[in-house]
């Protein structure tokens, strides 16, 4: 294993402990971790279009807003269950993750989101840090989940 695919699954390894830990009963919130995982600007791509933002305030206010909705609906696990890396050059890569949601359901029904993000990774200040990300329909699943 290469030294930047060590760096791209340790940020993943973390990212996934965070996310799971905030969904947790009670949550344990690492909002520095999270910031800490992306560059200071980023670009999401979904099919609801393209933005892009600033690893800024307004974006830390926001996590714990999504860690709350996901709670919100159900939400128990988030865990990777595959990761690939795929490096473009000796800085850069791309992190195919394959993400498990765990819920249970209004009906008390117990269930699975799958879904697969592309993350876009830089090593190039060091430590990795995510500077964008592909990522399916998340309120359409939830819909077909009956989550929302």
């Known amino acids: 294993m290469t030294k930047l695919e060590t760096q791209v699954r340790a940020l993943f390894d973390a990212y996934a402990k965070r996310s799971d830990d905030a969904l947790q009963n009670p949550p344990k919130e690492d909002i520095d971790g999270v910031v800490s995982a992306f560059a200071p600007f980023f670009v999401e791509s979904s099919p609801r279009g393209v933005i892009g933002g600033a690893n800024d305030d307004r974006f830390r206010s926001m996590i ?85």
């Open 64 to 148: 714990p807003q999504g860690f709350a909705r996901y709670r919100q609906v159900g939400g128990k696990h988030m865990t990777v269950k595959g990761l690939k890396v795929i490096e473009l050059d000796h800085c850069h890569a791309v992190a195919d993750v394959d993400w498990d949601f765990a819920y249970t359901n209004k009906a008390g029904q117990s269930g699975h989101v799958t879904f697969t993000n592309f993350y876009f990774v830089t090593i190039a200040g060091g430590t990795p840090k995510v500077f964008g990300y592909v990522t399916p329909d998340e309120e359409q699943a939830m819909k077909d989940h009956g989550l929302v």
